[in-house]
């Protein structure tokens, strides 16, 4: 699947798609509360109200950089809270080749936050150790996030996540810490729009007069824009998240902006309009 904003590609590689078993992630979005919401379907959601979600990474290419958003899990890692995430062995690699981009010739890594399903591709286990999977990129992490996780001790689940896919490419001397505004290169530039953790961000897109957004996780799913109350369990603070989504939304509605959603499957993108009181996501 793969996009053209002016002179760029936004292209998607699939690592996970699955269907249901998201409550966990978004309690609120009962089927009862689904199947109203007619839009998700067959897209976002089955026939039953259940929720499709996809982990994914998007591949931007500029006129002179080659950039991942996001790296998705990761082969062999272990740790996660999430059991099925732990041992994954995916074609993840072959597949962004088969799309054009090997791994060698990736410039530029950024990670809208860090956490496990946004970082698991930064490292590759070769030989018992963790090592740089983009050996000539620079990882771009966000100073406030940084800072923030490597400064927490009470979660066991996250020091695994800094130890095999973080901390391994801070030692090898390619992560930069950048600001929530950092602008990346002539199209490229990140948003802040904080909530789901402190230093969260979104990547804006502009050439040639058009315009694209990587969302990161300041929505989860699409039945956010309809519910842009509903926050996240995974959300760092729910109550700033459901502001920077409410302000989001309102700013994006009826603009000329390709939403590309991080976790949103099926055609994973489109443009915010007006409904009624709410959202909703439109081709």
């Known amino acids: 699947m793969r996009w053209?904003?002016?002179?760029v590609t936004v292209t998607k590689i699939v690592?996970?798609?699955?269907t249901g078993g998201s409550r966990f992630l978004l309690p609120q979005a009962t089927y009862d509360e689904i199947r109203p919401i007619g839009w998700l379907y067959p897209d976002f959601a089955d026939q039953h109200g259940q929720l499709k979600m996809s982990v994914h990474a998007l591949m931007v290419e500029t006129p002179d950089r080659r950039i991942i958003v996001d790296t998705c899990l990761g082969n062999d890692k272990e740790g996660r809270r999430i059991p099925s995430w732990n041992r994954l062995q995916t074609s993840f690699l072959a597949d962004l080749a088969a799309a054009g981009y090997a791994r060698e010739t990736i410039d530029t890594i950024v990670c809208t936050h860090l956490h496990v399903d946004h970082v698991g591709w930064n490292t590759m286990l070769v030989e018992g150790r963790w090592v740089p999977t983009f050996?000539?990129?620079r990882y771009l992490m966000g100073r406030i996030e940084y800072r923030h996780w490597t400064s927490q001790h009470d979660r066991d689940d996250m020091?695994?996540?800094l130890a095999d896919s973080v901390t391994p490419v801070s030692e090898a001397g390619l992560v930069d810490l950048v600001e929530t505004e950092h602008?990346?290169?002539d199209e490229i530039s990140l948003v802040p729009t904080p909530g789901h953790t402190p230093g969260h961000v979104s990547l804006r897109i502009a050439s040639n007069g058009e315009e694209a957004l990587i969302t990161g996780d300041f929505m989860?799913?699409?039945c956010q824009i309809a519910r842009p109350h509903w926050s996240s369990t995974a959300d760092s603070d729910p109550d700033l998240a459901r502001t920077t989504r409410e302000a989001m939304l309102t700013?994006?509605?009826?603009?000329?902006?390709?939403?590309?959603g991080t976790h949103f499957a099926g055609r994973t993108a489109g443009h915010i309009v007006g409904d009624g009181s709410s959202f909703r996501f439109a081709r």
């Open 220 to 222: 989860h799913h699409p």
């Open 183 to 185: 602008r990346i290169c």
């Open 135 to 137: 050996p000539n990129a």
């Open 251 to 260: 700013g994006l509605a009826g603009a000329p902006v390709l939403v590309i």
């Open 159 to 161: 020091r695994a996540v």
């Open 15 to 18: 690592e996970l798609e699955v």
């Open 4 to 7: 053209h904003i002016g002179k």
